[in-house]
């Protein structure tokens, strides 16, 4: 995707690109480096080549001396993972040394899942200009994704329909936090152009392995792995006896919701009263944690060619968390845990976003491991194989 300097001077210079936006500073709003940002993913145009914009230069192609920091950067490249930008776009950052200055660079490659949203709105480049996509601008975009290697959540699932679906749930519940309340205000589509919006459903009618995962009345008919299985082993060993066992299935929200509070539920907290004005109350599990890699086991885990589900084991001295589905895409066994991202079920992941379950993509780790060292635990134990990722959290001394 890297452009070489020579290339990018040469989109520098040339003022009436469309693969070109430029702004004097980020002082003219970081939502609006966000909407071009949105726009070159989008690739309405579809030159295939990635849309540049400069930071740093004025309208008419002059570098403004603007001090072209490692924070800045930074700044910059951290606008792809704060949630707004969905699916997240492939993107990089960096500085160009020019003639007259430095100036910073975000390359934006067109998405393999279009359209893109910046705050639930498609922003596409028309000509010179940036601007909001009209209905046919995003029929186009959906009938690009469609022609494209779509991941698995985002395929209709062969035989399903809306029928499959509890547009109740949908339209209620799902569907006010999946998109702001100006642009369901602005338009009046009906529930089948909605949930193809959101890749749940596809052009065909067809249902979408995350329309059903989401809002399917009966998901487990159609993804016999997509349940949570609860053991807690009164003892260290699989051989001792069960306390309890619980299975979780159903619609995303409703499993979301019963995990959190079984994970209330089983946490053990003590209470110290050091005076007689204050007591400190110590979990044996921070709650948060345990939420992290739970949920993102099941926004991370194959839903394709395994009948497997999500495993939460609690045993006396620890909990073992394992998701079907080893590292994805540019995540490896070896890198797994460094910082790289990428998703498997990008769909689900927005909508997980959406619901406010995820609250920042790529946080996950490092939120469990801070979670943990503040509550006294042990360190995670992450174990990334081919086929599964295991994670052992232990209970705090």
């Known amino acids: 995707m890297a452009l070489t300097d020579d290339e990018l001077a040469g989109l520098l210079a040339d003022l009436e690109s469309d693969r070109v936006e430029r702004k004097q500073s980020v002082k003219e709003g970081k939502d609006k480096v966000s909407q071009a940002i949105c726009a070159f993913a989008n690739d309405l145009p579809g030159h295939g080549k990635p849309g540049v914009l400069f930071i740093g230069v004025t309208d008419d192609g002059r570098v403004s001396g603007l001090s072209v920091t490692d924070e800045l950067l930074k700044e910059l490249a951290d606008l792809r993972d704060q949630g707004n930008l969905l699916p997240p776009p492939s993107m990089a950052v960096r500085k160009l040394e020019t003639g007259d200055g430095p100036v910073a660079v975000i390359e934006v490659a067109p998405s393999t899942a279009p359209p893109v949203r910046f705050k639930g709105r498609i922003y596409i480049r028309v000509g010179p200009r940036r601007s909001i996509a009209s209905l046919d601008d995003e029929r186009r975009l959906n009938e690009r994704r469609r022609a494209l290697d779509l991941p698995f959540d985002a395929r209709p699932i062969a035989g399903s329909s809306t029928d499959d679906l509890d547009l109740a749930l949908f339209t209620g519940t799902l569907l006010p936090s999946l998109q702001p309340a100006e642009v369901l205000a602005e338009n009046h589509r009906s529930a089948d152009q909605r949930l193809a919006a959101l890749r749940l459903l596809s052009a065909d009618g067809a249902a979408t392995a995350a329309g059903l995962l989401v809002a399917g009345r009966d998901p487990l008919n159609w993804l016999p ?53 204050r007591e400190v109350r110590s979990p044996d599990y921070p709650l948060a944690a345990l939420q992290q890699v739970v949920r993102n086991a099941i926004m991370h885990r194959s839903y394709e060619h395994t009948n497997a589900p999500v495993r939460i084991t609690w ?53 469990t491991k801070k979670s943990l060292t503040d509550n006294g635990n042990p360190a995670p134990v992450f174990e990334p194989t081919p086929s599964h990722v295991a994670v052992t959290i232990r209970r705090r001394s």
């Open 315 to 367: 045993f006396a001295d620890r909990v073992e968390i394992v998701n079907p589905g080893g590292p994805y895409g540019s995540v490896t066994v070896e890198n797994f845990g460094a910082g790289t991202t990428d998703y498997r079920n990008p769909t689900l992941a927005e909508v997980m976003r959406g619901l406010g379950y995820v609250q920042r993509f790529g946080a996950g780790i490092p939120i």
């Open 225 to 277: 792995g997509a349940y949570v299985q609860f053991l807690r082993v009164d003892g260290t060993q699989l051989t001792d006896p069960v306390k309890d066992e619980k299975r979780f299935d159903g619609p995303l929200l409703d499993v979301l919701r019963q995990l959190d509070e079984l994970l209330v539920l089983n946490i053990s907290t003590a209470v110290d009263f050091t005076s007689e004005h």
